[in-house]
């Protein structure tokens, strides 16, 4: 994200600064993980809160304002309902899976979707990572 914003490489990033699309595949401890360190919590229809369902997603999407020339943060997390998987609905726009809007400690506003200015993100994560543990 941070390529995106200034147009620069950053060394050890997953892609090239014009990509449009990165994904990161993992495991459920890997969310949680990286939902403990930032502080954030999420609550799906059928499910406890912070429960990650099979092929439950932790969302990170930067957006751009055209007429402010800022960069925003939005965190979300989706996954499809227990009836969803048992009924093996096919999922379409028309029928998606629930999505929770995700807020930032340290970072989000109030507005819909709880989206972070860039910055403030950029500082809420680089607070939850121990530089002990970066090279």
């Not at 029928?95 to 109030?110: E, H, L, Q, R």
Request: some cysteine.
């Amino acid at each position: 994200m941070e390529q995106a914003v200034t147009g620069r490489i950053v060394k050890g990033a997953a892609a090239a600064p014009d990509t449009q699309l990165v994904v990161i595949s993992g495991h459920d401890t890997n969310l949680l993980n990286l939902a403990g360190m930032l502080g954030i919590s999420w609550l799906l229809p059928s499910y406890q809160q912070d429960d990650v369902p099979p092929g439950g997603a932790l969302i990170f999407s930067l957006w751009e304002s055209p007429d402010a020339g800022g960069h925003s943060v939005r965190v979300q997390f989706i996954a499809q309902t227990l009836d969803q998987m048992h009924d093996a609905t096919p999922l379409w726009l028309s029928d998606p899976p629930p999505i929770a809007n995700v807020f930032v400690p340290g970072c989000s506003t109030a507005q819909e979707g709880f989206s972070c200015e860039w910055m403030d993100f950029r500082r809420a994560v680089q607070a939850a990572i121990d530089p002990a543990f970066v090279q």
